[in-house]
């Protein structure tokens, strides 16, 4: 670890072999906790290589348990996290939303790190019971059109690190690779990044894929769209800026879109939005969301048309149905 501690404090880069095999090795163990501190906290102070990022995942997903759901259609809704906004759950809502209006999803989610509040906080106050069994997994799929992997039960290795993330508590890399190490591999993606820089290298990843994505980045910072500013998408159609005018709204202000203070809290904004008991600022926000992802899946289909399909879904509480046959699975 020490000639790979020089190697960054001098400013260069590794290979994707070079970044697979040095994962690989932090989690085997191979490293102690001051010395795996160090370098996810040399990532945090120096921009990642797509090489770099593309190791990492393969690490990931060569260690992690894989998950056969037997369907082709499927999408993830994930952002990277750390962008400090300490929002509520709201790419968890769009994926009930999403999954009301008829869309097979499999959400990647996780404690939250640099939040309070990540998806899975929320998943188990609710009374979510996670499960790596694919009979159980497939069996939501099949009566709620979603199905929840939560991480650490799929990216076992990763338990190395998730003590000394939690005591960071900031960002690091390991928040870059979430949606890209989905066991379930969909192969429909929309992520939410913090910062336009990653977005390019995400873009340029998924570029190399077959899949079907969209990469968001709102301007002001948010890793999903947040209607307090305009947001960019990276598509297979191209790079495009889109204003919150151009969606038919008026800007929000941050606090509208604000978290709680505690899981209950935030658990509490997650059960209004189902129930369509949320604010209009909420509310909107989700569908947007939705709508996106919606999009990504049928890129033929206006935006308008797949925030009418969101909006239905919420609206008929066909999403809060998809959620309550999830947690009765």
């Known amino acids: 670890m020490k000639q790979i501690l020089n190697h960054l404090f001098e400013h260069k880069t590794f290979s994707r072999e070079q970044s697979k095999e040095i994962l690989t090795q932090i989690a085997q163990g191979k490293y102690n906790n001051s ?54 759950n709201i790419s968890t809502l769009a994926s009930f939303v999403v999954a009301g209006a008829g869309y097979k999803v499999a959400k990647h989610g996780n404690y939250g790190v640099s939040s309070g509040c990540g998806s899975s906080n929320v998943m188990e106050f609710l009374g979510y019971v996670f499960t790596n069994d694919t009979d159980k997994l497939k069996a939501s799929i099949d009566k709620a059109n979603i199905c929840f992997l ?11 690190v998730a003590p ?59 890793d999903e769209i947040s209607l307090t500013g305009d947001f960019k998408t990276f598509s297979a159609a191209g790079e495009q800026i889109n204003t919150v005018e151009e969606l038919g709204f008026e800007k929000l202000k941050p606090t509208e879109i604000l978290g709680g203070n505690t899981i209950a809290e935030s658990a509490g904004i997650f059960s209004r939005v189902l129930n369509v008991e949320a604010t209009a600022a909420q509310q909107n926000v989700v569908l947007c969301n939705a709508a996106l992802a919606i999009k990504t899946i049928s890129p033929e289909k206006s935006f308008g048309d797949c925030f009418y399909e969101a909006e239905e879904s919420l609206v008929s509480k066909k999403a809060l149905k998809s959620f309550k046959a999830l947690i009765a699975n």
């Open 150 to 160: 939560h991480a650490p039960l799929f990216h076992p290795a990763m338990k190395t």
């Open 164 to 222: 000394i993330r939690k005591e960071l508590g900031v960002k690091t890399f390991f928040n870059m690779l979430g949606p890209l190490v989905n066991p379930a591999k969909p192969n429909n993606q929309m992520v939410g990044v913090f910062n336009l820089e990653l977005a390019r290298v995400y873009a340029y990843l998924y570029q190399k894929s077959d899949k079907r994505y969209t990469i968001l980045n709102a301007l002001d910072g948010y």
């Open 35 to 88: 010395q795996m501190a160090a370098f996810m906290t040399a990532y945090c102070m120096r921009s990642i290589t797509v090489n770099e990022l593309e190791g990492f995942r393969d690490a990931m997903l060569d260690l992690c348990l894989p998950v056969d759901l037997e369907t082709d259609e499927m999408i993830d809704l994930c952002g990277t996290g750390g962008d400090g906004k300490d929002t509520f």
